[in-house]
């Protein structure tokens, strides 16, 4: 028997569910369900998902696709395809017309065009009344049809990457169809309104947010020895760890007794650690792979500065965390890390792809710790008022006309 729709439940349609680089929409989805609201979660690939334990609790609402032969997620299509041949055709034709200019994008997005109908049998069952992604390319694709199959509103976040790096071909067409369009910064409300300037009052600013309740305040450390310098971030070429090791080796040469923590895995590992060797930082850098957030949370308790040396941000969460926990940060004056952070009031911008910069910072945080005190205490007052978690689900429900159930 179907379950009646309520205004309560969300479906919300990821790559995959959970992923330890995408904690922000963890959070999300576990304040929408503290705020009385019930977000069921549609994964698109069945790979081994990522262990956060911080998502045990909302397993059992999570749906993963079955096997590509299987007969239940066939059943389902033919289903549709016959009490909807319309339908089911156009939606297929929709996806080969906005995409033949990116053939690669438009094989991804017919490959979870089964997943997405069964899926869509499955929210239809729950009641969902909406359909929410994060990222404009393939889960975007999935959750707007998804919508029109159920004939209810899609909305989507975008973020970075999905915005410079791998846009659609039918870009516009997802911003037209969305109800709302969101994206995490002002940065990128900018560039999107001037690339479609018909459509830049549909498009809204939701910031991501952090949890303050796990980030118990604590003034800046009274930095002892070794300074203890830490980083989270893919170890990816878009990162800049790169940039980092070189401010490293320059810390070394200035007499610098420190320990830089890097935590973080990627493609560019190996290369990395070769030039860790060659720069002679073997004593000084700590790899330390992909963790959990419980542990990423130790390590905010107990380094001194945090520093991100990215060439391309959004803005990033682990800074929102390193800040929201006390810690004073450095960080590139890029894309929408100025919205986040006001220079030297809390935290230090400096300029991108610049060793020296990073590593002078350092030196005037260590040499002058009254300015760190200064920035962590205007750090986590920044995240409080602007980058908290309730509040960014309050806008988000707010853009999606709801309202919060009240709690007794």
Same mark, same amino acid.
């Not at 308790?301 to 391309?312: G, V």
């Not at 002078?360 to 710790?369: M, Q």
């Not at 200064?374 to 309202?403: A, M, P």
């Given at each position: ?25 963890l959070e999300e989805i576990i304040e929408l369900r503290r705020q009385g609201f019930e977000p069921i979660i549609f994964s698109l690939k069945k790979i081994q998902p990522d262990y956060v ?35 089911? &055709?156009?939606?297929?034709? /929709?996806?080969?017309?906005? +995409?033949? $200019?990116?053939? #690669?994008?438009?094989? =991804?997005? %017919? ?76 940065f990128n409300r900018s560039y999107l309104q001037k690339k479609f300037p018909r459509l830049q009052d549909k498009i809204q600013v939701v910031h991501c947010g952090v949890d303050l309740q796990k980030f ?18 893919? &170890?990816?070429?878009?990162? /800049?760890?790169?940039?980092? +090791?070189? $401010?490293?080796? #320059?810390?070394?040469? =200035?007499? %610098? ?138 806008? #988000?429900?707010?853009?999606?006309? %709801? ?6």
């Amino acid at each position: 028997m179907s379950t009646p729709k309520t205004n309560l439940v969300i479906a919300y349609v990821l790559s995959v569910f959970p992923a330890i680089s995408e904690t922000f929409i963890l959070e999300e989805i576990i304040e929408l369900r503290r705020q009385g609201f019930e977000p069921i979660i549609f994964s698109l690939k069945k790979i081994q998902p990522d262990y956060v334990p911080e998502a045990l609790g909302l397993m059992n609402v999570v749906h993963y696709s079955p096997f590509v032969l299987s007969i239940r997620l066939w059943a389902e299509n033919i289903r549709l395809c016959v009490e909807h041949p319309r339908l089911y &055709l156009s939606l297929l034709r /929709g996806i080969i017309q906005s +995409l033949i $200019a990116q053939p #690669l994008e438009m094989i =991804k997005t %017919l490959a979870v065009f089964p997943k997405t109908v069964y899926f869509a049998s499955i929210a239809r069952t729950l009641g969902c009344q909406r359909v929410h992604s994060h990222f404009i390319n393939v889960p975007a694709a999935s959750a707007r049809i998804m919508a029109s199959i159920l004939e209810v509103p899609f909305s989507v976040t975008a973020h970075g990457s999905d915005i410079y790096e791998y846009p659609p071909a039918d870009f516009e067409s997802r911003i037209e169809s969305a109800s709302p369009f969101i994206t995490i910064s002002q940065f990128n409300r900018s560039y999107l309104q001037k690339k479609f300037p018909r459509l830049q009052d549909k498009i809204q600013v939701v910031h991501c947010g952090v949890d303050l309740q796990k980030f118990p305040y604590r003034p800046s450390r009274k930095t002892g020895k070794p300074i203890r310098l830490l980083t989270v971030a893919r &170890l990816e070429k878009v990162k /800049g760890v790169d940039i980092l +090791l070189n $401010a490293y080796r #320059l810390l070394v040469d =200035k007499g %610098l007794d420190f320990e830089g923590w890097i935590v973080g895995d990627g493609s560019q590992r190996a290369l990395l650690e070769r030039q860790c060797n060659y720069l002679g930082l073997g004593a000084q850098i700590r790899f330390l792979g992909a963790l959990h957030h419980s542990d990423v949370l130790n390590l905010y308790s107990t380094a001194d500065i945090y520093i991100l040396p990215s060439r391309r941000e959004g803005i990033p969460v682990s800074v929102m965390e390193a800040m929201a926990a006390g810690l004073p940060v450095i960080a590139p004056r890029i894309t929408g890390l100025p919205e986040l952070i006001d220079h030297a009031q809390n935290g230090w911008l400096v300029e991108p792809d610049t060793p020296s910069e990073f590593a002078n910072a350092v030196i005037t945080l260590i040499k002058s710790p009254e300015k760190a005190v200064l920035l962590s205490q205007h750090s986590h007052s920044k995240i409080e008022t602007d980058f908290n978690i309730q509040t960014s689900v309050r806008q #988000l429900l707010t853009l999606w006309s %709801l309202s919060p159930e009240p709690h007794e």
